[in-house]
């Protein structure tokens, strides 16, 4: 897995995609449990030409995931020898220290060569990223409509109380980075805010 993660690009691109302008990176951020896979889902499947580019991560696969998406799911070592040989744009540890980090040679092929990419990632990534490529990067922040939604659907998927807490200390941090984005999508509503976030994909995409 890692020998072809070193390899390849982590995205299968079809040259009908290819535009003549560079390529566009959307970053989308919000606070751990506020549906961010949800809403990409569903804008993934109504807009053309645009690839989710999955993260590479150490934690563990949860119910309804699969390789591949939203991540390729490697051992520790395995992304320690990824660092080490430069596969990352940038990588972080959140939460309880599991790694995730974004795989820099698929990015650059996508940019260079007018390939539209659209990924998650924390506030922090986001923040590099955006230093890193500032004509390319469209940030869009995902926020819960009040933060006992929040932490309701925290409290679903994640079992541990001290895992939440964990999870729920970094809301704040992150929510303190919501200038610094283009666009903000409250998540109140599937199909409203999916095509809020759909619409906006396309708004960019569509240029030349
Ligand atoms: P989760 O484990 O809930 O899927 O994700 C935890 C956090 O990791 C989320 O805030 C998500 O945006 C962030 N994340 C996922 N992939 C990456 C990545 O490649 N780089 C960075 N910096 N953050 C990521």
Redesign the pocket.
Known sequence: MVRELLKELVVNFQSKDKRTRKGIFFV??????VG??TLLNYALGRVEGIYYLP???T?SMRPGEVQGF??FFVSKAEFEGMITQGAFL???Q??TG?Y???HLPTIVYALENGYDIV????V???AEVMERFPGNVVPIFIVPPNMEALRRRLAGREKDPALIARRMARVDM?MGFIDRYRHVIVNDDLERAGKELVRILEQYSQRD
């Open positions: 989308v951020s919000g606070p751990s449990g961010k896979n993260s590479i991560t934690r939203p991540y940038e990588w972080k959140i939460h599991d995730y980090g974004t990924t998650d990632m924390d922090l990534g986001c992150e």
